[in-house]
């Protein structure tokens, strides 16, 4: 791996954690996700499924961890199991973790070969009660193609269909959605290399730079920080593009007077940060673009006040949406006495900031966690509002991580520039 070694003790809690959830004689099982084909022989880049890693550390394909906390052999307890290699595999893959290996990343004692698992799985059938298998059930989640959990289940089903089968992903929702000490540890590490990104692009961005060699130059500063690279598709959209939302065709060239928007962000130890700056190409905002601009960024900063203790998601995004009313109607944007009179259920500032002000980060970089749960110190939000005008071709969005603690919050990119000014300047310090 690029990122240097987490520590088992994270994992270890992790697993002692998830243990106090499950009831008496339940067993949870957690799968690797697959490597997914492209075309011919190629495949795409290995992605660990995030629970697994959140459990045990292991960065790996083929990878199985078991949890059986009452079984009535101690070795049965936790269980890893994985790939085993060869000279072979060696040659033509590389490296693989030795089962000393293994147990060094997790802190788990009993390490199997994957070839054992049906062997084990099986007696240890016979014991529990309850059976707890995995799926993605992100709110937001398309599943199209078949995963190697949901090929697990309709197994399980198929061989042990008189068991009491249950979801593990509401209890690894709950689980992941507070964060420890060591998380935000690594959250902040992909901030401080997103922040090193930003600031070399300050002052390597000018009229007629494709939006592409930006990016690479993103790239470039991740890659060598011990990044895999982005936390999520990299949007670099300059003038009008910065008005479509998911914008990442990134091919086009950035023109003296645009505002170019940039929504990328670093990932470390498969940890996300989530970044958004609006700049302007020629390194000075135009008058109105600086009102759009500060206009947002005043959104934010009250925006980022209500992410603390006891706050509710729908609480929280109504009152964001009644502090984006105020600044459209001091931009022209909108009517003071048609907002007044507006339907609620569809308000009028829907129009120019269409999205959410904030999600989950974490692991993914929309987060597993519960919208109707209240606000708990260790849960890390991203605070993003936007003014979105497409007939002034026209997009702003800011965006940083919130940090909520039991006395506020903290914002972890507080050092990456964001006033307009401090922008200005870093732009024309070359």
Not at 8 to 35: C, G, T, W
Request: glycine residues 6%; aromatic residues 10%; contains cysteine.
């Amino acid at each position: 791996m690029r990122y240097l070694p987490i520590g088992k003790e994270l994992f270890i809690q992790n697993r002692q954690n998830l243990a106090k959830l499950l009831p008496p004689h339940a067993m949870a099982i957690f799968h690797s996700n697959d490597i997914m084909p492209t075309n011919a022989d190629g495949t795409m880049g290995f992605r660990q499924n995030n629970d697994l890693f959140y459990l045990s550390g292991i960065d790996q394909e083929e990878s199985i961890l078991l949890l059986f906390p009452d079984s009535q052999e101690p070795k049965h307890r936790e269980i890893l199991f994985l790939r085993e290699t060869s000279e072979h595999i060696a040659i033509w893959e590389g490296h693989k973790y030795t089962k000393e290996e293994g147990m060094e990343t997790s802190g788990i004692t009993s390490i199997f070969w994957a070839q054992d698992f049906s062997r084990i799985l099986h007696g240890l059938m016979t014991e529990c009660e309850y059976v707890y298998l995995n799926s993605n059930e992100h709110t937001r989640a398309v599943i199209e193609v078949e995963t190697r959990e949901a090929r697990f289940i309709r197994f399980m089903k198929e061989h042990y269909p008189l068991h009491d089968y249950k979801r593990v992903a509401p209890l690894m929702h709950q689980l992941r959605a507070i964060k420890s000490e060591k998380e935000v540890e690594l959250i902040k590490t992909a901030c401080s290399i997103t922040e090193k990104a930003f600031r070399r692009l300050l002052t390597f961005v000018k009229p007629g730079v494709m939006e592409y060699e930006i990016e690479a130059e993103l790239y470039h500063e991740f890659l060598r920080n011990r990044s895999k690279g982005p936390a999520y598709t990299p949007i670099i959209a300059s003038g009008a593009n910065a008005c479509v939302l998911h914008y990442i065709e990134n091919n086009q060239f950035c023109k003296d007077g645009d505002v170019l928007l940039l929504d990328v962000a670093a990932e470390y130890a498969n940890y996300a940060s989530d970044m958004t700056r609006s700049i302007p190409v020629n390194g000075r905002f135009t008058p109105r673009q600086k009102q759009v601009y500060n206009a947002v960024l005043r959104v934010m900063k009250e925006a980022t006040q209500l992410l603390v203790t006891g706050n509710i998601w729908d609480d929280y995004h109504k009152e964001v949406g009644k502090i984006m009313e105020k600044e459209l109607i001091g931009l022209g944007l909108l009517d003071a006495t048609a907002v007044k009179n507006q339907d609620p259920d569809k308000p009028l500032y829907r129009k120019y900031f269409m999205h959410g002000t904030s999600h989950f980060l974490g692991l993914d970089v929309h987060d597993v966690g519960n919208k109707y749960r209240r606000f708990e110190p260790g849960m890390v939000f991203t605070c993003e509002p936007g003014i979105y005008i497409p007939e002034e071709s026209l997009g702003i969005r800011l965006e940083n991580n919130i940090l909520i603690t039991k006395d506020g919050n903290i914002d972890l990119m507080a050092s990456i520039p964001i006033e307009a000014e401090e922008i200005e300047a870093l732009m024309n310090s070359k």
